[in-house]
Every structure is written in C-alpha cells, then in structure tokens.
C-alpha cells in the first residue's frame, strides 16, 4: 500500500462475528488502559459491529493507512477516549459519543487503521475531515514515502509495499546540471497529464549522474495524485503479457485526502507510473532484434490500445547514449520527456561543493562530488546504487 493514500471502503465493517447471545463486551470502567487482553481487537470489532447492526450507528467508514501512526494523533477531538491498548505488536485507541459516533484507531505493523461509525453520513464525514487532515500533515513530515515493488517467479507477477526515502525536488535540484534541471523542473510540477503529452519518459545518461535519486524524488513529487510501481525485473515485464497486464490493471488507491463521499459517488481515479530502470535492451536500436515483441508491447502500452484509458505512464533509465535508443521510442505525442543527464560542469561542480572541498577542474558526475564529501557533513546523503538496495 502506497504513501499518502490508503483504501477507503464506505460499507459495513468487516464480517466480524457477534456473539450469539447478542452480548457485547463493555469496558469495566471508561478509559480503562488494559496492556494484557486477548482478543482485544475482536470485542472491539464486535461493539461496533453491533452498533452497525442494529443501525444504533448504520454509516461506516473503514480507513487504512500504510504509515505507523499513533492513535490518538489522528483521532477527532470531540470524543471521549473509552478504551486504550498498548501491546508489543499493536495499539489501539477507542473514542465515543453515545448515539453520535464510535472511531476505532488501530496501529500494527507499518499500517494504521481507523474505523468510523456515525449516526449519518454529515457526521461521517466531519470526522473523516479530521482523520484525513492530521494524517496529511504527519505524512508531509514523513521521511520515507510508500510504493509497489514487483518481482515475479513460478507462481506468477507479485507486488508488496516498499519504502523509498522521500525526497523534495526543491531541496535536490543543485545536484543536477542546468540544463538537465530545468527539464525536471517541468515533469516535477506535473499534477494530471493529458492525453496529448504522452505516457512515455526516457531518462539517459552515465552512470552516476543521479537518475536514480531522481526516480526518488519524483515519486515523492508525484505522489498526491500517482501511485509509484517499481519493477525489479524489466527483462522479464516487458517478454510477459500477463506480468504487462496485471502490473497495468492493479487496481489504484484513492486519495485519502479525498473528501468521504457517498455510494452514489465514484472517486477520482488516480494515475500510475511504472518504473523500470536500466531498461537499455529494450531501448537499442536493435531491440526488435534482440528481444522480439518487448519493444512493441512497450510502445503499445504508451500509444496503443492497451494503455488507452489505463491512466498509466512509464518512466524507463538507461546508460545507453541517445544516439544507440530506438526512434520509436523517442517518437513525439509518445515520449512526454526525453531527458539528459549529464554531468555538472567544472563551475556548476564548484558552486556545489561545501566550504572546505577543494571542487574539481573538470566535470564531475554527482557520484564523483558526494565522493569528495564523504565523511563530511553535507546537506543531502550520497545517493544509493539503485531503489532495491
């Protein structure tokens, strides 16, 4: 599950069973802090399922969030804190208002969950205003930002959530040579691309010169509107139609900053960008040679049927020089950017440099000036040698 997003389902609360009897389990005492219960999580699953019904609370609202948060940093104000656990895999918080709302907020693992009860949809909704609010603040302070990562083997294409560090593009723009930043610049602001600008982005150039922290910022970047899948196995994505088809139809995750709304409403569909870095086979001029239908299954994805409505861009790096890249890939109304990155001349290199580093006579790559930095404190850390390590 990706960063600022989460799923979102305006239904009844899980099948949790209720007891046959119809008794539901109650606290001792309001506020009641218990360290030690099992079957904690399920009593609560089935107070609220009870109230859910027996419509003394009929509209639910089930919210989880791929962050560690706690409880009670995100949960509304307005209500009173009935129960608290804290255990060594989990916590939870429970608050109420009688006949007004029950708000369940559970962290476990990476993930956080709340689950709203209301007497109506208005009051619903005024509490997930507040969920939505505090979770978008702690998730702009956040330092790592949430993906999909995809690998396949015997049984088929799988993906799990990943963690990439976040990265802001204001405060990694110096680490680019000009010509090279004000290319970003313009993909970086990208908030909803038209049909018209194409799907395809190709970024070239010598090892070193940043592309993959790039990769790092612009999921950070566009992250409010785009859910980030990384593919670790290009070689086998691009030879595999149904590896294709289902990184492409994997179902996208609304914004959890979407207003709640009802079931006579459909969210916003979000965009995807697949990732798919050191994909030089795929790219030659060759490649219809070399690796047979990858190069037309790529280029059907970003100008074809099958990603027609998709709502689905494709960012591929390389080391190839442009020269040795297929046309067809760089063909215009496909390709939205073709970006070089080259590195910094020997003044951009100077102006880089901290006071104390001798800044060198000659272009260097951003491998080459982090090097120079090593064991000094500088504003921003060397930049790893790729997302999967």
Same mark, same amino acid.
Request: proline fraction near 7%; aromatic fraction near 6%; hydrophobic fraction near 40%.
């Given at each position: ?186 993909? =970086?602001? #990208?908030?909803?691309?038209? $049909? %018209?600008? @194409? *799907? ?6 010598? &090892? +070193? ?103 689905? =861009?494709? #960012?591929?790096?390389?080391? $190839? %020089?442009? @020269? *040795? ?6 063909? &215009? +109304? ?56």
């Amino acid at each position: 599950m990706n960063s600022l997003q989460q799923e979102v389902t305006v239904t009844a609360l899980e099948n949790t069973a209720v007891p046959a009897s119809g008794a539901v389990p109650q606290p001792e005492a309001d506020g009641i802090v218990v360290r030690a219960e099992p079957q904690l999580d399920s009593a609560m699953d089935s107070a609220q399922v009870h109230q859910f019904l027996t419509r003394a609370l009929p509209v639910a609202v089930s919210v989880t969030v791929p962050y560690s948060l706690a409880p009670l940093s995100i949960a509304p104000d307005n209500l009173t804190v009935t129960h608290q656990y804290s255990g060594p895999h989990r916590r939870f918080a429970r608050l109420e208002e009688d006949g007004v709302a029950d708000v369940l907020v559970t962290q476990q693992g990476g993930f956080t969950t709340v689950k709203v009860l209301a007497r109506d949809h208005a009051t619903a909704s005024a509490l997930w205003d507040v969920v939505r609010t505090r979770v978008s603040a702690q998730m702009s302070e956040s330092d790592v930002t949430r993906c999909q990562l995809w690998t396949t083997a015997s049984y088929g294409p799988s993906s799990r959530d990943h963690k990439v560090r976040s990265s802001r593009w204001t405060d990694v723009r110096r680490n680019y040579a000009a010509v090279a930043a004000r290319q970003l610049d313009e993909l =970086m602001a #990208l908030q909803d691309p038209d $049909d %018209d600008g @194409g *799907r395809l982005v190709l970024w070239h150039g010598q &090892p +070193g010169t940043g592309k993959t922290s790039a990769v790092r910022t612009l999921i950070t970047e566009w992250l409010p509107w785009c859910d980030a899948h990384l593919v670790t196995d290009p070689e086998r994505f691009f030879t595999s139609p149904d590896y294709l088809l289902e990184v492409v139809e994997e179902p996208a995750r609304p914004d959890f900053r979407e207003p709640l709304r009802g079931l006579d409403e459909l969210a916003p569909s979000r965009w995807k960008v697949i990732i798919c870095e050191d994909a030089d086979e795929y790219l030659r001029s060759d490649a219809r040679e070399r690796s047979g239908p990858a190069l037309g299954r790529l280029l059907n994805l970003t100008d074809g049927i099958l990603g027609e409505g998709a709502k689905t =861009m494709v #960012l591929l790096t390389t080391n $190839d %020089d442009l @020269g *040795r890249i297929h046309t067809a890939v760089q063909r &215009p +109304g496909r390709c939205r950017a073709t970006v070089e990155f080259p590195a910094l001349s020997a003044a951009e290199a100077a102006a880089w440099c901290p006071p104390g580093i001798t800044p060198p006579t000659s272009p260097a790559t951003l491998a080459e000036l982090f090097g120079l930095t090593r064991g000094r404190e500088v504003s921003e850390p060397e930049p790893s040698a790729g997302l999967y390590l």
